[in-house]
């Protein structure tokens, strides 16, 4: 089955704080038993989403090995799988102040890329001015397009990279 692909927008300096620098979970309180999953919470990359009704309906179809594009200043600035998921508020008090984001995930794979909205809107059939504000998965008629045109999503990264 074709995973999911997310597009994730994201403020630049928590997401540095947490996902572009690795984090040691293990320091901070949460139960042991809910970073069970968790391959290495003594360095690890977390993301997250507030616990609202539109960001759970994404959160609860992301699965392990979805594809993350992650979305600032007008490009996907950053590529990553998803790997675990978990539910605390301790890790958004500790690296993203005000934002309170309970819905984590742990990010793997990660990899810079430099990807122009509308290359990747050209790629999905979206409307070139088309950017995300929350959290969205790639509609399945999208994630086809895409990967009719260029087999795996990697293999798409991989072709906007050497481009």
Known sequence: MAKNIFLVPVTLPEFKRSVY???????????????????SPDGT?????????????FYDKMTSGDHLLFYSDDKYRYYGTVGS?????????????DITADLLYTVERFTEIELSREKLNEACGYKLAYQPQSIRRISSSASWELRKEHGKVEDFINSVRRA
Do not use: A, M
């Open 21 to 39: 620098n690795k984090i040691d979970l293990s320091r901070l309180p949460i139960e042991e038993d809910t970073l069970s999953n968790v391959e």
């Open 45 to 57: 990359r977390v993301w997250g989403v507030k616990n609202s009704q539109l960001n759970k309906k």
């Open 85 to 97: 998921k978990f539910s605390s508020n301790s890790v958004s008090r500790e690296y993203w102040g």
